[in-house]
């Protein structure tokens, strides 16, 4: 992995309107690394690895999020390789439980 690593935090109403799989089908198409989750707080947690360019238009995105999505807030500071390290063996981008 070349490039940057940037943990989000993105607040609003966006769990229950498939914000997730939104958030999973955009980084997949701009080739990203990570993962996204939903959090007992009501928000969603995401960790996005790629060039910095592609991670910041996907970090904006999220302030958009899908059209059933209302977002408040997105917060986003520099990850590290061990974030990274959650997504499932195997994959670019995870989906996982919710923490």
Known sequence: MSGVIRHATIRGRVQGVGYRAWVDEQANSRGLEGWVRNRRDGSVEAVFAGAEAVVADMIAACGRGPFS???????????????????????????????
Not at 85 to 91: F, S
């Open 69 to 99: 999505a209302r977002v408040d807030a997105v917060q986003a500071v520099s990850g590290n390789s061990d974030l990274l390290n959650l997504r499932r063996a195997g994959q670019r981008f995870s989906v996982l439980p919710t923490v």
